[in-house]
T-cell receptor, first 117, second 111 residues
Framework: SAVISQKPSRDICQRGTSLTIQCQVDSQVTMMFWYRQQPGQSLTLIAT?????????ESGFVIDKFPISRPNLTFSTLTVSNMSPEDSSIYLCSVEDRDRGSYNEQFFGPGTRLTVL | RKEVEQDPGPFNVPEGATVAFNCTYSNSASQSFFWYRQDCRKEPKLLMS???SGNEDGRFTAQLNRASQYISLLIRDSKLSDSATYLC????????????FGAGTQVVVTP
């Protein structure tokens, strides 16, 4: 499977600021996704990062709060804007490579642990 | 009703014993299913994919019951390293690429 890295691995931020999280894959993949995992909860999909076009957001998530970029097939960023303590969470990117026939099998990056004070 | 439901546990299992737990799903049109394993403070890792009636990989067996809409995971000869949270995952049938995660079942293997 693809090797996925995320930066930063963790951060502590002040409310009102923004943080951009990077996700880098060691090979080209068709699909990239961003998830959030709040303390003690399971994963929730934020959006699908589409290469060369705007991301597709799930209900409850909006572009102004979570702008996403995907300039190529190996890289994506998620920005958490105007942060509040409720944004404290683990943010994970995942990839799915449909060109290799592995439909719906997603592999996750190590996550970014965000604490907002 | 949640899309994917799991017994949260914890399941406390003596080392060497067998443990099994279920996951129920609400969408009868679902065709594929996954079990992921998540260790504390780590990312989920794909453990097993289920596309037909079941799958077996070493000590792990997944079984699918379409009539009753549940998937089970059975772990034989439990090892201490099997202690983790096991996430049941069902792809959405109306949103491309979207995975629906269960809340997870915690397994604790004790010496």
């Amino acid at each position: 499977s693809a090797v996925i890295s995320q930066k930063p691995s963790r951060d502590i931020c002040q409310r009102g600021t923004s943080l951009t999280i990077q996700c880098q894959v060691d090979s080209q993949v068709t699909m990239m996704f961003w998830y959030r995992q709040q303390p003690g909860q399971s994963l929730t999909l934020i959006a699908t990062a589409n290469q060369g076009s705007e991301a597709t957001y799930e209900s409850g998530f909006v572009i102004d709060k979570f702008p996403i970029s995907r300039p190529n097939l190996t890289f994506s960023t998620l920005t958490v804007s105007n942060m509040s303590p409720e944004d404290s969470s683990i943010y994970l990117c995942s990839v799915e490579d449909r060109d290799r026939g592995s439909y719906n099998e997603q592999f996750f990056g190590p996550g970014t642990r965000l604490t907002v004070l | 009703r949640k899309e994917v439901e799991q017994d949260p546990g914890p399941f406390n299992v003596p080392e060497g014993a067998t443990v099994a737990f279920n996951c129920t799903y609400s969408n009868s049109a679902s065709q594929s299913f996954f079990w992921y394993r998540q260790d504390c403070r780590k990312e989920p890792k794909l453990l097993m994919s289920v596309y037909s009636s079941g799958n077996e990989d070493g000590r792990f067996t997944a079984q699918l019951n379409r009539a009753s809409q549940y998937i089970s995971l059975l772990i034989r000869d439990s090892k201490l390293s099997d202690s983790a949270t096991y996430l049941c995952v069902v792809p959405s049938t109306d949103s491309w690429g979207k995975l629906q995660f269960g809340a997870g079942t915690q397994v604790v293997v004790t010496p």
